[in-house]
Structure formats: structure tokens, C-alpha cells
């Protein structure tokens, strides 16, 4: 299992004004949580919760129908190119970054056991995809477009600019160079799938983009890159089993939610600090961030009381931010939490060669680079402890899809933990509909001339 330590968000530590009397707190909230865990799960498979996230590590068809299907593909295709954004591009991006070998694009294909390189298309830049079109050769790229609405502009627009170009290499045969990833009824993409004739996988219903990195959305991409799908579901079920623990003693997402809550309500620690000591983990901030933003971050409450609350999640990567962030965060406005993400043993070991030992760096020499990564980790979590500033840190004992699906739904459960405790919706996201209603209007959608009127007004 994944360890978790909070040492450092206690009132011994870090004094009365920052820390929490942890164990009585735990006392305190003991029954809340227990309510919070036990309704979870016993409304996961309710329709409309969207909790049917929670059931997704133990999705042995969608195993088996992207092997199936990879497995039929298998050496076709040089290039991957995932189109999606938000909840459907996050995740398989944050979890290829982890799993592949660093630099996978640039490796030979001997190097990458011959499997596919993989780009993920997350924007709308047309310079950044007019180059990428440049470097890839459409008639090997197998283009996987995500979208649960099917109808997402960002990734449409995308898809309309790439099925052209691909008709016009490939002619008629062009739809076996893409496979849709969509709701299994609605939506645009449902209805071209089906008049076109594409290859289709399936987002489950109550599954909202932030929580659907383990259905098809995130295992179709691994699957094709060769990523072990069985061991990362091993890690979500193992975890889930875990955190099915009612007793937050003994439950480590609910111990991170409640210690995130109090300090957010009671510390004035309103913004939580994502930083793996990882390059490879430096995408999972990325996908934390808009788990922790979109869930949490909320005007009404469920009572239907206006609150605008939610922590906000800031993204950071040791070492490299120790020379960018760290001075704010233990002199600056005491506001935060850090949650440190540290890996205890790394694929592969660096030697520092013992040279210029007659001078100032030769301490360095005849030790690895793990070591003074790690070093730097806990050095820089005690200093912050002695500025009084909390934080808790996570550790894996390595890089691998056990661990990495272990993480990642204990972030999921800690969200939605959160959430409660918060008592707000975590699964919707009205703030996110006015800015795509102008975007409609601006750009001559039917429907939106009211919207349009009212852009052009206030624009001017
Ligand atoms: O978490 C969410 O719901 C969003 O970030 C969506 O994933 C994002 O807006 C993309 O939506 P769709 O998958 O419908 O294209």
C-alpha cells in the first residue's frame, strides 16, 4: 500500500494557530466519516449519483475489450494521437507520463518494444497542431477522439480538421485509422460513430470526465502503449477495499479529506499544494488540480445557500519548483498545504562520479542523484514545518501501474470525501457553462443569438 504520512499538520509541530489536534479531530469526525464512507458506497450504483467511478477498477469487460482490441491493431499503427480535454485527455495523459519510459516519443522503436508512440492533444493551439500534423504521418496514426457530451468544441474541432486530412491520405478505408471513445447513446460523436462506422468504446454512464481515467477514457490508451492494465486495476481494487475502511484511523483518502477541510475552515489553508518529487509524476498535479478545482470549488451548497468555497490546487514539481515556489510557501502568506508525493525506490540508479572533491561540491561525489532527490524532499518538508507550514507527504515505494492506480483513485475518494464534508455537489460544474454558452455565441452556433447579443454588449 501507499503510506501516508500527517505528521506534519499537527498542533505539536507546527503550534495551535496552524496545526490540528489530529487525533481528537479524528475522534471528533470518526462518525461523519463513517456516514460519508458508508453512503458512498452504498450509493454508488444508484443512477444519477455519478459515483459509478467507484466500480470502474473492477470493469473486467472493459479489460478485456481494449486488450481485445489492441491486440487485434498490434503493430499497425506508429503513432497514437489521443484527441480530448479536461476529464477525457488528464488522466491518460498524467498516467502515460508515469508508466512510460521517460522520453517514450524519442525512443527507437526496438527501445519501445515496438509499440506506438503516443501525443495527446489537449488544446486548441493551431500552431501546436499544425506542427504536430507536420510530424506525423496520419496513414500510421491510429486517432483515439474522447468526448463523453460527443459535441466538446475544443475536441471536435480537432477531430473535423484531422478526419479530413485523414479521407484525404487514406480515401475510404480512412475510418480503421479511428476509434471514438463516447457515451454509448448520446451525443454527436454517438450519432457519427455510428453513420460512419467507427470503432467504439464506451465512457459509463454516471462517470463525469474528472473521474473516468479508469474506463475506456485512460485503459484504451495504455492498452495500446502496452501499459499492464491488469496491475493498475489490481491497485484501484486493492485500494478500494482499503478505503472501504469506515474507521479514518485506518483510511488514509479520508484522513487526507478531513485534514485538507479542517485546515481549509479552520486554519484559513485555502489553497493545497500538489508536489510529486517525480518527474514522472509531474502530470499527475495536472490531473489532481482540475479533480480537486472542478470538484470542489462551488457557489451553493446543498442546502442551496450561497457559499463560494473550494481549496485552490496549485501545481508543483520537486525539485525544480524549490527554486521557484518554495520561498513564497514558507515565507510568504501562510495559506496552504503541501502534499508532498515521494518515490522510495526509482526504476533506475545515478551515480554522482567523485570528481572536484577538493572543492564545495565534493560532498556531492560517490552518492546518486535518488539520494539527493530524496534528501531534498524531506529537507524541504521539515523546513516548511519549522516555518509552520503543513504538510503531509505520500509515499510509493515505486514508479509502477499498481501504485499508480492506487494513487490515483485514493485521490478520487479523498475528493469526494471531501466533498461532503464541504457539502457541496462534487460531481457537477455549472461555473464552467457560461463561458462555453458565449464561446457558442461567438462562433455562430444556432441557439445562442440571445448569448450573442448579450456577449457583443458587454464586450464593447
Ligand atoms: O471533468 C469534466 O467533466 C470536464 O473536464 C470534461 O471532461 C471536459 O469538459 C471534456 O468534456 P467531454 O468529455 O464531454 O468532451
Redesign the pocket.
Known sequence: MIEFDYRNVSAEILGEENGLNIEEEFNNYNDRIARIINELNSKKDKPGQWLQWMNLGYSEETVWLVKEYAAMINGRFDNILVL???????GGYAVCEALLKPYWNLLTPEQRNNLPRIFFLDNIDPDQINSLLDILDLKKTLVNV???????A???SQFMIIKNRLQEEIGDNYTRNIVAT?DQNS?ILRQISNEEGYKTFV?PDDV?????VFSA?GLLPFALVGINIEELMQGIKDMDLALKNTDIRHNIAAQNALIHYLMDSQKGKNMTVMMPYSSRLKYISDWFV??WA?SLGKEYNRNGEKVNIGPTPIKALGATDQHSQIQLYNEGPNNKIINFIRVKEFDTTLDIPKIFEYTGIGYLGGKTINSLLNAEADATRVALADYQRPNVTITLEKINPYNIGQLLYMLEVQTAIAGELYNINTFN?PG?EQAKNYTYALMGRAGYEESAQDLQAKMH
Open positions: 480530448g480535454i479536461g476529464g477525457s485527455a488528464l474522447i468526448t463523453k457530451s460527443g459535441s466538446t475544443e475536441t471536435m463516447t451525443g465512457i463525469g470526465g474528472r473521474f473516468s477514457v482540475q479533480l472542478e460544474q464552467v
